[in-house]
Structure formats: C-alpha cells, structure tokens
C-alpha cells in the first residue's frame, strides 16, 4: 500500500508531509480492523483502499481555485458532509494539515470511531459531529461557517447542493465528488444552485493513477448567503428537490 500512495501521490503532482504516508496506511490498519464489526465500506482490498478510497480522495489537492491559482483547501476551513468512514475529509487533513477540518455523520457509531482514529493519527484540528446534515446546516456554528464544502456521499447533485452549500461562507466553494457521467445531473441542478448562492465553476476531471478510473469534482461557488428556510426537511429535500 505504502509504495502505491507514494507512486500515486507524486504522478498526482502531490508531495506529502513528512509522515503522511504512514499515517495513511495506518489509517488503513483502523478502518479494515473496524470493518470486520461495522460496515464502513465495500472495498477491503489493501490496494483498492489505496487507489480508490485514498487517491481518489487526494484529487481533491489538485483543484487550483480559479481565483487564486492555488489549492483550494490550504490553509482553510472545511466541513465534509456525510463523511461516512471519514472520506474525503480525513485523507485530505492528513495531507494538508493545515487544513481545519470537521467532520458530519447521522450515525453516532461513526463518529465515535472517527474521533478515536483522530486520537490514534493525532490529527489535530478535527472536529467530529453527529447529526443530520440538514439540521446542522441550520445551527449558528455550522451555518456560512465554513471556506469549503466537500461530499463524497451518494446523492443526486441538487440534494446535495441544499445539504450542503448552506454550511459555505459567501466566497468560499462546495466541491462535491461525483462520476464523469453527471453532467446531466449536474447541469439539471443549475436552478438549485442558483436558489441556494450558488455558482457553478469548470468541472474538474481526474485519472485515480492505477485505478483506470476518471472521476470529476464539481465546484460551487458560494456567491450570497442561502436564503433562510433552506435547507428544507430531510422529507422534503427527497420528496421535492429544488
């Protein structure tokens, strides 16, 4: 695993930290052990955890912001929504740490092992919360809280939109990580994104190296505050989306 992030990582353009890549194989470690007594995930495989839990995570790092030229997550604040096992938000915080992260999940079970990873990697400024993203969005800590957005969680772009641009501060984006056969998806949410603050950026196609997959990060600028009543019920959000 190890030599597969570190060959993945530099054909990526990525240089990590001084200890990263241990970190990350550890990281493994946990989730794979954890496996065996929780569903966090399908792929068990040591080198598919690599390729397409990791790497494709990692991606994320390669997004320049188009206002500044530069990665979009150095030095920021960042809220990953549904993070799940801790996907993308945990690799990208092992990689960039300065990056200030917090993590969302409904299942309390999962949280309670994310923060007891952020113990085992001591990954400083972490924060892990459980709660329904569409709640939280609306709290005064969480709402127009945060320079960046991220999802990995498997929902159509308009839901995710609404579950999550709330949480983005006006100038600060909503990068949500979905297949390279979204764009009618995506371009069918133009109208919720515009509801929402939001603007839509360039679509950003990326090659997982050794994976022979292209996956695509689809960037939202928050460019107004998102108007209150949004985001809706979890009932509502499904039944209705904008």
């Not at 690799?91 to 079970?109: A, H, N, Q, R, Y």
């Not at 990068?175 to 994104?193: C, I, P, Q, R, Y």
Request: neutral net charge; hydrophobic residues 40%; charged residues 25%.
């Amino acid at each position: 695993m190890k030599d597969i992030l570190i060959g993945g990582l530099k054909e990526m353009g990525l240089t990590p930290p001084e200890g990263a890549v241990d970190k990350l194989c550890q990281y493994a470690q946990l989730l794979l052990e954890q496996n065996q007594v929780m569903n966090l995930t399908a792929i068990t495989d040591p080198t598919d955890v690599a390729r397409l839990h990791f790497l494709d995570s990692a991606a994320i790092l390669t997004w320049q912001d188009p206002k500044t030229g530069r990665s979009g997550l150095q030095g920021k604040s960042a809220v990953d929504v549904g993070t799940g096992a801790g996907f993308p938000g945990m690799v990208l915080k092992i990689l960039e740490p300065s990056l200030s992260l917090t993590l969302v999940d409904s299942l309390g079970k999962r949280v309670t092992w994310l923060e007891k990873v952020c113990e085992e990697l001591s990954l400083d400024g972490v924060r892990c919360f459980h709660g329904r993203a569409e709640e939280l969005a609306l709290e005064k800590d969480f709402r127009d809280g945060f320079d960046v957005a991220v999802s990995r969680a498997v929902a159509s772009f308009p839901l995710l939109c609404e579950l999550c641009l709330p949480y983005v501060r006006p100038g600060g984006v909503f990068l949500a990580m979905k297949s390279v056969e979204s764009t009618a998806e995506t371009d069918g949410g133009a109208e919720a994104v515009k509801r929402l603050g939001g603007k839509a950026l360039p679509y950003f196609d990326y090659p997982i190296p050794g994976a022979d997959v292209t996956h695509r990060l689809v960037p939202v600028e928050k460019v107004a505050p998102t108007p209150k009543g949004l985001p809706r019920s979890w009932g509502k959000i499904k039944k209705t989306p904008l």
